[in-house]
Protein backbone atom coordinates (compact mmCIF):
# COMPACT_ATOMS: atom_id res chain seq x y z
CA UNK A 1 0.00 0.00 0.00
CA UNK A 2 1.62 3.79 -1.25
CA UNK A 3 0.35 6.61 1.04
CA UNK A 4 0.67 8.50 -2.53
CA UNK A 5 0.15 8.49 -5.91
CA UNK A 6 3.83 10.33 -5.74
CA UNK A 7 5.52 7.32 -3.75
CA UNK A 8 4.07 4.51 -6.19
CA UNK A 9 5.51 6.41 -9.30
CA UNK A 10 8.80 6.72 -7.23
CA UNK A 11 8.46 2.78 -6.06
CA UNK A 12 8.25 2.25 -10.33
CA UNK A 13 10.69 4.22 -11.71
CA UNK A 14 13.05 2.14 -9.18
CA UNK A 15 11.76 -1.04 -10.11
CA UNK A 16 12.45 0.32 -14.38
CA UNK A 17 8.84 0.74 -15.10
CA UNK A 18 8.26 3.69 -17.94
CA UNK A 19 4.44 4.31 -17.71
CA UNK A 20 2.58 6.59 -15.14
CA UNK A 21 0.90 4.42 -12.38
CA UNK A 22 -2.40 5.39 -13.84
CA UNK A 23 -1.83 4.05 -17.06
CA UNK A 24 -0.62 0.16 -15.80
CA UNK A 25 -3.87 -0.89 -16.31
CA UNK A 26 -4.17 -0.21 -19.90
CA UNK A 27 -2.10 -2.24 -22.61
CA UNK A 28 1.44 -0.63 -23.16
CA UNK A 29 4.95 -1.56 -23.62
CA UNK A 30 7.40 -1.68 -21.56
CA UNK A 31 11.06 -1.37 -23.08
CA UNK A 32 12.71 -4.59 -22.01
CA UNK A 33 15.66 -4.80 -19.52
CA UNK A 34 18.50 -7.51 -20.43
CA UNK A 35 21.37 -8.32 -18.33
CA UNK A 36 24.66 -7.02 -20.99
CA UNK A 37 24.62 -4.00 -23.86
CA UNK A 38 24.24 -5.22 -27.24
CA UNK A 39 27.37 -4.13 -28.23
CA UNK A 40 29.20 -6.67 -25.09
CA UNK A 41 26.55 -9.10 -26.60
CA UNK A 42 24.91 -9.25 -29.92
CA UNK A 43 22.31 -12.05 -29.67
CA UNK A 44 19.22 -11.98 -27.84
CA UNK A 45 19.33 -15.57 -25.64
CA UNK A 46 15.99 -17.35 -26.57
CA UNK A 47 15.95 -20.19 -24.02
CA UNK A 48 12.87 -23.17 -24.27
CA UNK A 49 11.65 -26.11 -23.81
CA UNK A 50 11.49 -28.23 -26.57
CA UNK A 51 9.05 -30.84 -27.02
CA UNK A 52 11.30 -33.53 -25.46
CA UNK A 53 10.84 -31.29 -22.34
CA UNK A 54 9.64 -33.45 -19.79
CA UNK A 55 9.63 -33.59 -15.77
CA UNK A 56 12.52 -30.67 -15.86
CA UNK A 57 14.28 -32.09 -18.93
CA UNK A 58 15.82 -35.32 -20.66
CA UNK A 59 18.98 -35.79 -18.85
CA UNK A 60 17.45 -38.87 -16.59
CA UNK A 61 15.25 -40.26 -19.03
CA UNK A 62 17.37 -42.55 -21.68
CA UNK A 63 14.43 -43.04 -24.10
CA UNK A 64 13.40 -39.19 -24.33
CA UNK A 65 17.40 -38.63 -24.40
CA UNK A 66 17.55 -41.18 -27.29
CA UNK A 67 14.55 -39.35 -29.73
CA UNK A 68 16.37 -37.91 -32.49
CA UNK A 69 14.80 -34.80 -32.76
CA UNK A 70 17.49 -33.25 -34.77
CA UNK A 71 18.88 -35.07 -37.64
CA UNK A 72 22.72 -35.85 -37.39
CA UNK A 73 23.35 -34.56 -34.06
CA UNK A 74 23.17 -36.25 -30.38
CA UNK A 75 19.54 -35.38 -29.26
CA UNK A 76 20.51 -35.14 -25.38
CA UNK A 77 24.19 -33.09 -26.01
CA UNK A 78 23.11 -29.39 -25.16
CA UNK A 79 22.99 -26.85 -28.08
CA UNK A 80 22.84 -23.44 -29.61
CA UNK A 81 20.63 -22.45 -32.74
CA UNK A 82 21.53 -19.61 -35.06
CA UNK A 83 19.60 -18.78 -37.75
CA UNK A 84 21.97 -19.00 -41.02
CA UNK A 85 22.96 -15.49 -41.84
CA UNK A 86 24.28 -15.12 -38.21
CA UNK A 87 26.01 -18.13 -38.66
CA UNK A 88 27.06 -16.78 -41.78
CA UNK A 89 28.45 -13.47 -40.41
CA UNK A 90 30.28 -14.78 -37.48
CA UNK A 91 32.29 -17.89 -39.78
CA UNK A 92 30.39 -20.52 -38.11
CA UNK A 93 28.55 -23.92 -39.41
CA UNK A 94 26.44 -26.44 -38.37
CA UNK A 95 27.36 -28.92 -35.62
CA UNK A 96 30.50 -26.89 -34.57
CA UNK A 97 31.46 -26.90 -30.90
CA UNK A 98 31.43 -22.92 -29.68
CA UNK A 99 31.95 -20.67 -26.81
CA UNK A 100 28.40 -18.95 -25.46
CA UNK A 101 28.86 -16.55 -23.06
CA UNK A 102 26.37 -14.15 -21.01
CA UNK A 103 26.58 -11.95 -18.31
CA UNK A 104 25.81 -14.76 -15.92
CA UNK A 105 28.48 -17.27 -17.31
CA UNK A 106 29.60 -19.19 -20.51
CA UNK A 107 29.30 -22.37 -21.50
CA UNK A 108 30.69 -25.03 -24.63
CA UNK A 109 28.16 -25.93 -26.66
CA UNK A 110 27.29 -27.36 -29.94
CA UNK A 111 26.10 -25.04 -32.68
CA UNK A 112 22.81 -25.99 -34.77
CA UNK A 113 22.29 -23.56 -37.74
CA UNK A 114 18.26 -23.46 -37.66
CA UNK A 115 16.04 -21.11 -40.17
CA UNK A 116 13.75 -21.58 -37.66
CA UNK A 117 15.49 -19.49 -35.67
CA UNK A 118 15.08 -15.50 -35.55
CA UNK A 119 18.17 -13.32 -36.71
CA UNK A 120 19.49 -11.74 -33.76
CA UNK A 121 18.83 -14.48 -31.26
CA UNK A 122 20.18 -17.59 -30.07
CA UNK A 123 18.12 -20.46 -29.16
CA UNK A 124 18.99 -22.00 -26.40
CA UNK A 125 16.90 -25.79 -25.54
CA UNK A 126 16.50 -25.94 -22.18
CA UNK A 127 16.73 -29.25 -20.01
CA UNK A 128 19.86 -31.01 -21.69
CA UNK A 129 23.11 -32.48 -20.47
CA UNK A 130 24.73 -35.31 -18.54
CA UNK A 131 23.00 -36.83 -15.34
CA UNK A 132 23.22 -36.35 -12.34
CA UNK A 133 24.45 -33.15 -11.85
CA UNK A 134 27.73 -33.11 -10.44
CA UNK A 135 28.20 -31.47 -6.74
CA UNK A 136 30.06 -28.08 -6.64
CA UNK A 137 30.04 -27.57 -10.20
CA UNK A 138 27.93 -25.07 -12.50
CA UNK A 139 24.43 -25.90 -13.65
CA UNK A 140 24.44 -28.08 -17.05
CA UNK A 141 22.26 -27.81 -20.15
CA UNK A 142 21.78 -24.19 -20.47
CA UNK A 143 20.48 -23.05 -17.38
CA UNK A 144 23.97 -21.59 -15.93
CA UNK A 145 23.83 -19.33 -19.02
CA UNK A 146 20.54 -17.53 -17.95
CA UNK A 147 20.53 -14.30 -15.88
CA UNK A 148 18.47 -13.98 -13.04
CA UNK A 149 16.25 -11.30 -13.67
CA UNK A 150 12.41 -10.31 -13.02
CA UNK A 151 9.91 -8.54 -15.08
CA UNK A 152 9.52 -5.14 -13.14
CA UNK A 153 5.45 -5.27 -13.05
CA UNK A 154 4.69 -8.88 -12.46
CA UNK A 155 8.15 -9.88 -10.13
CA UNK A 156 8.19 -13.10 -12.22
CA UNK A 157 11.33 -14.67 -13.60
CA UNK A 158 12.15 -13.00 -16.97
CA UNK A 159 13.28 -15.94 -19.23
CA UNK A 160 14.36 -14.24 -21.84
CA UNK A 161 16.21 -11.10 -20.53
CA UNK A 162 19.36 -11.92 -21.04
CA UNK A 163 21.79 -11.30 -24.44
CA UNK A 164 24.86 -13.63 -25.66
CA UNK A 165 27.71 -13.52 -27.94
CA UNK A 166 29.19 -16.62 -29.35
CA UNK A 167 32.75 -17.40 -29.84
Known amino acids: ?19 KPEELCL ?18 LMPYRAMNYAEGGVRHQKRLRQMPLV ?5 GAPRIELNPVDAKALGLHNGQWVRV ?5 SQVLTLRVHRGTRPGTASLPLGLGHWPPVPDEPPQGGYALLA ?5 LAGIFAAQGTRARIV
Open 71 to 75: PGMNP
Open 148 to 152: LTSDP
Open 1 to 19: VFPSPEALAEALGARGVAC
Open 101 to 105: ETGAG
Open 27 to 44: PHWEPPAFVGTAVDYPLV
